[in-house]
T-cell receptor, first 115, second 113 residues
Framework: DAGITQSPRHKVTETGTPVTLRCHQT?????MYWYRQDPGHGLRLIHY???????DKGEVSDGYSVSRSKTEDFLLTLESATSSQTSVYFC??????????????FGPGTRLTVT | KQEVTQIPAALSVPEGENLVLNCSFT??????LQWFRQDPGKGLTSLLL?????REQTSGRLNASLDKSSGRSTLYIAASQPGDSATYLC????????????FGQGTTLQVKP
């Protein structure tokens, strides 16, 4: 998994509680991404980061926030979890090559269930 | 809005067969296209990356082609094996510096011994 770990790997939480997922990389890559994967929707980008403290929204960012205080860590927070946020969450990384951001490498995923 | 479609959604073939997976996209202004493999309960593994200026890329038994003008890419798998059974996803990178990917929903391949 290209030096990418995600924690926790599985989590069950109740509606209304805050949840933070962590992505940690050892590759020193500049770009980091959070996706969610759902049946019928495929993989969709939530937020991404293009450097420490530099983040931007993806296509399904409502209800999520992110932070990146160090190159190696990218945190995804669900401020108040809802059942619609039950999903598998993937972190990905990529580096900036001569032609722009290079291919993405994915972590093993976090399965989140909101009851 | 860029949309990526993969047909068929599922495919079952006998071992040894050569096969083609299809990926189409609505906006030809892509930066590059990436093919991934996903095993059940696992993350995505990058297989091939084709830049918009390239026509094809090869890795072992895999060959990916890109026809940007027609909005299509194919992944060719030669001499399929049961270990090739997985879901195959294609994703296009938009013409930007952000590296954001738009994914298709995947083709689930089963190779029967």
């Amino acid at each position: 998994d290209a030096g990418i770990t995600q924690s926790p790997r599985h989590k069950v939480t109740e509606t209304g509680t805050p949840v933070t997922l962590r992505c940690h990389q050892t590759e020193n890559h500049r770009y980091m991404y959070w996706y969610r994967q759902d049946p019928g929707h495929g993989l969709r980008l939530i937020h991404y980061s293009y450097g420490v403290k530099d983040t931007d929204k993806g296509e399904v960012s409502d209800g999520y926030s992110v932070s990146r205080s160090k190159t190696e860590d990218f945190l995804l927070t669900l401020e108040s979890a809802t059942s619609s946020q039950t999903s598998v969450y993937f972190c990905a990384i990529s580096e900036l090559g001569r032609l722009g951001p290079y291919e993405q490498y994915f972590g093993p995923g976090t399965r989140l269930t909101v009851t | 809005k860029q949309e990526v479609t993969q047909i068929p959604a599922a495919l079952s073939v006998p071992e040894g067969e050569n096969l083609v997976l299809n990926c189409s996209f609505t906006d030809s202004a892509i930066y590059n296209l990436q093919w991934f493999r996903q095993d059940p309960g696992k993350g995505l593994t990058s297989l091939l990356l084709i830049q918009s200026s390239q026509r094809e890329q090869t890795s072992g038994r895999l060959n990916a082609s890109l026809d940007k003008s027609s909005g299509r890419s194919t992944l060719y798998i030669a001499a399929s094996q049961p270990g090739d059974s997985a879901t195959y996803l294609c994703a296009v990178r938009l013409s930007s510096n952000t590296g954001k990917l738009i994914f298709g929903q995947g083709t689930t391949l089963q190779v029967k011994p």
